[in-house]
């Protein structure tokens, strides 16, 4: 099994390798990613190295970039076939026993749990609505019996995952909020020890889930946001619906509420029409907001959006902005990692010998600490990008 992009599609590809597990031949799975023209690449990559070393398996590829355009996929000599997103977590599409899977080892230290797929709005430069459709919630009652499930398997941390994650509950009677469904949550598991929330969009931040991001302990101080763009002007042609004062401004509110709390974000450089001017303000949007996790993603082209259509920035000139806003992103992360040198933080310990703390900064673990424990460390240095 090879997985490419989101926390969604990881998650979804622990249901994936449970069901193949029992599929009535050897099954091997590319479960791929469409949000870049470069993730499209490493999934046909992934295609080929998966042939290579399984030549006599099934090869069957799912994920986003599959659903989009399968005819690109089915026409590879490796593949034997595409499942769609729709139906990539039906038993039968991968001819497999309709059994439920039990929680993989990789599930017991930190869960994925999917409580929504699809999008129902329009940014001009995405691709995922197409291969997502729309906003699709699921109901608090079967998030409840999923997350007790990993729960019983072992899980410290439950991360809620989806393609618009602050998008839950609007097709759902009542129309509830995600601020209802995290303290949902807490409620019905008391011995939940760590809740973290994948990327939000801040305008759908509701009063609720903000007190609970800035109040209650057992939510992580850790708030990833949808930001994409430092410049009014690319957030219009974007179509997304915040604007930069109010993006900086929530980052503020968050850290004065919470000073704990680590900002991430995803960005992208180079979009249409950006000129100089826009591109700084992209760039220095990361120190206004404090951004020490982020997402840079160089723009490309993705067939069939409005943004394709718009006047594109030179290849080269959007390479060389990425790396202008990476090294921005690395200049503030440096300075967090620095400041929490001497200061102890509990640390959940992962299988590589890594762990994050509550802000999902990096430590490295002292030799012989279990998976799954939540240790107390006191760093002294960084090195190599981790606190020790």
């Not at 449970?18 to 031949?25: D, F, M, T, V, W």
């Not at 993989?104 to 001009?124: E, I, L, M, N, Y």
Request: hydrophobic share 45%; net charge positive.
């Amino acid at each position: 099994m090879v997985t490419l992009g989101c926390r969604l599609n990881l998650a979804e590809s622990e249901t994936i390798r449970g069901l193949i597990a029992g599929a009535e031949r050897q099954t091997v799975v590319v479960n791929s990613c469409a949000v870049t023209a470069e993730a499209v690449r490493q999934s046909r990559r992934a295609v080929r190295r998966l042939r290579a070393a399984h030549p006599e398996a099934r090869l069957l590829v799912t994920g986003c970039a599959a659903t989009i355009a399968p005819g690109d996929f089915t026409a590879m000599p490796e593949v034997d076939g595409v499942v769609a997103n729709p139906a990539k977590l039906d038993p039968v599409a991968w001819q497999a026993r309709p059994v439920v899977a039990p929680a993989s080892p990789k599930q017991r230290t930190r869960a994925f749990v999917p409580v929504q797929t699809g999008c129902d709005h329009a940014c001009t430069f995405c691709i995922i609505p197409a291969g997502r459709g729309v906003s699709v919630s699921l109901p608090v009652a079967e998030v409840l019996r999923v997350v007790e499930g990993h729960l019983a398997a072992g899980a410290r941390e439950v991360v809620l995952t989806g393609v618009d994650v602050t998008g839950w509950g609007a097709d759902l009677p009542g129309t509830p909020r995600l601020g209802d469904l995290v303290a949902a949550l807490l409620a019905a598991f008391p011995a939940l020890h760590r809740l973290r929330l994948s990327s939000l969009d801040g305008v759908e931040i509701d009063g609720l889930l903000f007190e609970l991001i800035t109040g209650e302990a057992r939510v992580m101080p850790h708030v990833h946001l949808s930001l994409q763009a430092g410049h009014d002007m690319i957030l219009k042609r974007m179509k997304r619906r915040h604007t930069r004062a109010q993006a900086v401004a929530l980052a503020q509110r968050l850290r004065a509420a919470r000073p704990q709390i680590a900002i991430g974000a995803d960005l992208i450089a180079g979009f249409p029409t950006e000129d100089a001017a826009m591109h700084a303000a992209g760039v220095a949007i990361v120190e206004d907001c404090w951004i020490v996790h982020g997402h840079v993603f160089p723009y490309s082209p993705r067939p069939g959006t409005p943004a394709a259509r718009m006047p594109q920035v030179p290849p080269p000139l959007v390479r060389e902005r990425a790396a202008e806003v990476r090294a921005a992103v690395a200049r503030t992360r440096a300075a967090w990692l620095e400041s929490l040198i001497g200061t102890p933080r509990e640390v959940l310990a992962e299988r590589d010998g890594t762990g994050h703390s509550p802000e999902f900064a990096p430590y490295r673990l002292p030799e012989g600490t279990a998976p799954g424990q939540i240790v107390t460390l006191t760093p002294i240095r960084i090195r190599e990008g981790l606190l020790e």
